[in-house]
């Protein structure tokens, strides 16, 4: 239900909302360079977003609620950026945060880092440390499976902020 596809603004943007992958209460709206998704839970709406910057990241910004998790709405969300965004693809960019929306108020890639970096620390350091510690994330198995197997870390790791950019060799 709800399938709509119209053009916005002068620039007639065009847009594409359609309730998508079979999953109750979410929907999505498409347009060249961005994805939508509006996830509803609980009455409550939250709004989740995919990004191709113009070097070529998609830059995801999710951040599913606790009863949303394990779903697998988020790799579904990326599968659907990459799909969507095709060849112009040349990196997938993780921002890890700090934030009150998350269940301990930070992302998972920022937890899954920063328990691996603790283990990892004593025998690893600078890049290599970052790298270990980043591969025992879930979005780098992700990452990983649809080609994208090389790291870039665009500045040193913070306790409250990891990026890193994953890339095609």
């Known amino acids: 239900k709800d399938f709509h596809t119209y053009y916005v603004g002068k620039t007639k943007l065009w847009v594409h909302n359609m309730n998508t992958h079979g999953i109750p209460g979410l929907t999505v709206q498409k347009s060249s360079n961005k994805i ?20 070529g990241y998609v830059e995801l910004d999710i951040r599913l609620p606790s009863e949303a998790r394990g779903e697998g709405i988020g790799v579904k969300m990326l599968d659907e950026s990459l799909e969507h965004f095709g060849n112009k693809v040349k990196g997938i960019e993780a921002n890890w945060t700090m934030h009150p929306d998350y269940p301990d108020s930070q992302s998972l890639g920022l937890k899954q880092f920063w328990q691996s970096y603790e283990v990892f620390e004593g025998n690893l350091s600078g890049k290599a ?27 040193t790791p913070e306790r409250d902020e990891v990026s890193v950019i994953f890339l095609k060799e």
């Open 129 to 155: 440390l970052w790298e270990a510690a980043t591969k025992s994330t879930k979005l780098w198995g992700l990452a990983k499976e649809r080609g994208f197997t090389k790291m870039h870390f665009p500045y």
């Open 36 to 55: 939508s998704w509006i996830l509803e839970r609980g009455g409550k709406k939250t709004t989740h977003k995919a990004e191709l910057s113009s070097k």
